[in-house]
């Protein structure tokens, strides 16, 4: 492994897809950049997340790096959407194409960051005593790395295995012959469930929210579909810039309104697109998230299909979401409605009475022990922020912990007051996971990118977002949210899942208009930062 630099133009932290493209874009400008990465490989996200059925529920054809026509023309995805292992094997083609390994250190964790207001320069110490200065310090530390444990009484006292899905052991866990907890039904749950289902001997899902979850409809990709959109990959990409949430141009959204459309309007268009399957579900109207009766009217129709999957009635009532469908993060799913008919699988509802502890045999809830042989956490992430914070990140004057206090604050999703110099690859503030990842990421990279030429060109070596623009976009952040049905459930987004975590919704709803924004403040010598 390369010794870290020991002066650069970037310090960039995280080598997933966020980190790999900035590498790459930096060194195409001909800056040096220096990359910091916990995990012995590549992949971020994709490299920790690998628990049974791991899979992106963007597709691939998708999901990918747009920014090399040559990369997503030779890239061959098998699938609809890819499995963890496809996306982490295309994570270390990029790498291996574009060089990038020489310049990313792997095994280390970046302890602090300082900012010098004398020189203008970021110093990087990390866990193995090195000490990088850079002018830019670019935080590519991903929005769902950082994982949440619920500190359970007695969590500690278990004597068999536990797991957390966002950071499974790389050589897998057979589940052959054992009594399995699962606690936890989001995504990776949904996904998990399922496949942990067939092998093991029982299987124990404690539930505090119920879900809803639409069917993936995976299948191999067919030649002719690839070719088809490898034909017209650029169009494709540029459509994908003007939605939303930056993907899914090619099975638009609807532009009427659910308030507007018949019973049976409504019906035959839920039926299409269940049909259909995938995140495009609450495409189908416009105004689906903002108008409770409308999403009542899409919320009803999955819950008629979970009445109709799941045998046991009471079960079936048990996995029935009452609330908005889409404010917490929809699931795409493989049989896990079904799963529940399985006589090896039950369900435990922990809304009313709590996880009460954890002991070395098992779970207790309600006084009631359920005796397994392992524990799966499938628990989430302290979303947006958790990796952030975990960087001692000081300014002249304040440190990122003191500035979000309060819950984040940024500019644009980009910048923080206080922070000279340092940018947030999908940072709180901006679309990030309310989109298709790698196009926000590729957007804030080009930007990035696009910032500091000009600084370069221009002799500039600082840059700060000032506080007035910083409180307007929090506002404007805020003002977008209320708009929404968002706001009124108990979401990752809104920190809700993190007991003491500070309450705000961080995402930015909105892709396009929001791209939009971006360019104007660059076009317009970069408004709301202070430039020196
Ligand atoms: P999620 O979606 O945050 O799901 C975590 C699940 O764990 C969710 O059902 C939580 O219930 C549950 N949870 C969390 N803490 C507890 C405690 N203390 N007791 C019982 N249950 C608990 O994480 P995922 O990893 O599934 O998915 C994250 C994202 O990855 C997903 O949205 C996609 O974008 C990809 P709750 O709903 O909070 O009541």
């Not at 001692?392 to 940024?410: D, F, H, K, M, V």
């Not at 957007?443 to 910083?470: F, N, P, S, Y």
């Amino acid at each position: 492994m390369s010794e870290p630099r020991q002066s650069v133009d970037a310090v960039i932290i995280g080598a997933g897809f966020a980190g790999m493209y900035m590498l790459h874009a930096l060194r195409e400008q001909g800056f040096t950049a220096q990359v910091f990465e916990v995990a012995d490989d590549v992949g971020g996200t994709w490299y920790w997340n690998r628990y049974p059925g791991a899979r992106c529920d963007v597709e691939s054809l998708e999901y990918s790096y747009s920014f090399s026509p040559e990369l997503e023309q030779e890239w061959e995805w098998t699938e609809r959407y890819a499995t963890q292992p496809e996306i982490l094997r295309y994570a270390q083609h990029v790498a291996d194409r574009f060089d990038l390994r020489r310049d990313i250190r792997f095994n280390t964790r970046v302890q602090s960051a300082d900012f010098d207001d004398t020189t203008t320069r970021w110093t990087v110490a990390t866990d193995d005593g090195s000490r990088t200065s850079a002018q830019f310090l670019i935080m590519a530390v991903g929005c769902l790395s950082s994982t949440n444990l619920p500190n359970f009484p007695g969590r500690d006292t278990f004597a068999g295995a536990s797991y957390h899905t966002g950071t499974w052991p790389h050589e897998g866990v057979d589940f052959t012959g054992k009594r399995v907890a699962v606690i936890g039904t989001g995504s990776s749950a949904v996904q998990s469930i399922p496949i942990i289902a067939q092998q093991a001997q029982h299987v124990t899902v404690f539930q505090r929210t119920p879900t809803y979850a639409v069917p993936a409809h995976n299948r191999p990709l067919a030649a002719a579909e690839v070719a088809e959109v490898k034909a017209h990959y650029r169009e494709l990409r540029a459509a994908n810039r003007l939605t939303m949430v930056g993907y899914g141009a090619r099975s638009p959204r609807g532009e009427t309104n659910a308030s507007d459309a018949s019973p049976a309007e409504l019906e035959a268009e839920y039926e299409r697109r269940w049909a259909a399957g995938g995140l495009s579900y609450l495409g189908g109207y416009a105004d689906l998230l903002l108008n409770k009766d409308s999403n009542e009217t899409a919320a009803e129709f999955i819950r008629r299909q979970i009445r109709a999957t799941v045998n046991d009635p009471a079960v079936a009532e048990l996995l029935t979401p009452t609330n908005v469908v889409g404010c917490k993060r929809l699931c795409v799913d493989t049989g896990y409605y079904a799963t529940f008919n399985r006589p090896n699988v039950s369900l435990v509802d922990v809304s009313q009475q709590p996880i009460e502890e954890i002991t070395p045999r098992g779970v207790r809830v309600a006084g009631v022990d359920y005796e397994v042989d392992c524990i799966v956490y499938a628990t989430g992430f302290d979303a947006m922020t958790g990796s952030l914070l975990k960087i001692n990140a000081n300014g002249p004057e304040i440190s990122l912990q003191q500035a979000w206090e309060a819950g984040p604050r940024t500019y644009l999703g980009l910048s923080v007051h206080g922070l000279p110099n340092m940018f947030t690859i999908s940072g709180p503030g901006s679309p990030s996971v309310l989109t298709n990842m790698i196009t926000s990421i590729e957007q804030h990279v080009e930007w990035i990118r696009d910032c500091v030429v000009a600084m370069r060109d221009k002799g500039l070596h600082r840059i700060e977002a000032t506080e007035q623009a910083q409180d307007e976009w929090v506002d404007y952040v805020n003002m977008v949210a209320d708009m929404t049905l968002f706001p009124t459930c108990n979401s990752w987004y809104l920190g809700a899942n993190v007991p003491g975590k500070p309450r705000v919704f961080m995402p930015l709803l909105g892709f396009a208009p929001y791209e939009e924004q971006c360019k104007q403040v660059a076009a317009d010598g970069y408004r709301g930062f202070a430039l020196v």
